[in-house]
């Protein structure tokens, strides 16, 4: 390189350390941005390090320095702000299965608008907010339903595997009839609703679950609803099953002292457990319960009663504790692992 080009490489980069303050600063806005759109701690950090390349500049650092102080201080905040984002992103002491539902569906929908319609309709006029059609194929939105608020979008496709397996799920659920399995299994399209504040006691947990029930209900009655899937368990109801049991909370409160819509949550299967048979729930943990089993498969009813009255709290079942089932016939409860079996039925 000759005389003049040197001399013109060293102006170049002359220009661009003067400016470099400016440089940063623009990272800061856009990294303050993004922060602000999103709400979910994924850029802060840049920012905070672009703010301490602004120092570097000003004070006189070359490039290289700038840019090692712009790495070194992003990495630090990251560091010290991870178990804060954790936080923020699952704010859960507990888990519940209210963090996430999928709405499955028989068809495409081509708009979203007259399901908004529906949940206004439901819940009010100003129910539905932050409608977000950014993004043509995935729309998005917020619905507030008995002052809980929760997210919801629409995906014109069927449910990932990778996200939960729906066929696989289909043969283990005992409440669905065969046509009801085939919908399952030939869905097209889904709903994923979500509200990330769960609640940290078993109250909070019902109250949400309850608003959940309403909201999921709603989007059921929708032509083409197939039913709903719910996380962390292998739970699937269907659209019949589903509007049965909103029928059952008409006129009842999520506080109800004896009711809980237990067959919405929590998924009651037949399974094998040292060999044996067994009748057994996947979720109460969910509600920071202790799931619950028989070693006999055709006590439904009373497995279903069992957990209605831990979620409600009219019985807490402990290790070695004598249960009566009815006025003749009393259980042991035993645990084995993280579930409590009835022993004696």
Not at 30 to 38: D, G, K, L
Not at 69 to 91: C, G, N, T
Not at 167 to 179: G, M, R, T
Not at 242 to 248: A, D, H, I, K, T
């Amino acid at each position: 390189m000759g005389r003049g080009g040197t001399h013109m490489l060293e102006n170049i980069l002359e220009n661009m350390l003067e400016n470099m303050i400016w440089v940063w600063l623009a990272v800061v806005a856009c990294s303050a941005a993004v922060e602000a759109a999103t709400m979910a701690l994924v850029s802060v950090w840049f920012a905070l390090g672009a703010l301490a390349a602004v120092f570097a500049a000003y004070l006189g650092a070359d490039l290289a320095a700038q840019m090692t102080v712009f790495i070194l201080v992003s990495l630090a905040a990251l560091a010290a702000a991870r178990p804060l984002a954790r936080r923020f992103v699952d704010p859960h002491i507990v888990p519940t299965n209210a963090d996430r539902l999928l709405g499955t569906a028989a068809r495409v929908l081509e708009d979203i608008d007259p399901a908004l319609e529906r949940l206004r309709e439901g819940f009010g006029k100003k129910s539905v907010s932050g409608v977000d059609r950014s993004h043509p194929k995935v729309p998005a939105f917020i619905v507030k339903v008995e002052g809980l608020e929760f997210w919801g979008s629409y995906l014109p496709m069927p449910v990932p595997e990778t996200t939960q397996n729906i066929p696989a799920k289909v043969p283990h659920n005992l409440f669905l009839e065969p046509e009801e399995r085939d919908a399952f299994c030939a869905h097209q399209s889904f709903w994923l609703l979500a509200q990330k504040k769960g609640g940290r006691t078993l109250e909070s947990k019902r109250r949400v679950c309850w608003a959940f029930s309403l909201l999921c209900a709603a989007l059921l009655e929708l032509e083409g609803a197939v039913g709903v899937s719910v996380a962390n368990t292998g739970l699937l109801v269907s659209r019949e099953h589903y509007l049965f049991q909103r029928g059952q909370m008409e006129g009842r409160t999520w506080n109800d002292p004896d009711f809980f819509p237990v067959t919405l949550w929590i998924w009651l299967y037949r399974g094998l457990s040292e060999k044996k048979p067994t009748l057994e729930t996947q979720g109460m943990r969910e509600f920071g319960l202790p799931d619950l089993g028989f070693f006999d498969p055709d006590v439904l009813n009373y497995l279903h009663t069992m957990a209605c009255f831990q979620i409600t709290g009219q019985q807490l079942y402990r290790d070695r504790t004598l249960i009566p089932l009815t006025e003749e016939v009393e259980v042991v409860c035993k645990r084995s692992g993280e579930k409590l079996y009835f022993i004696g039925c």
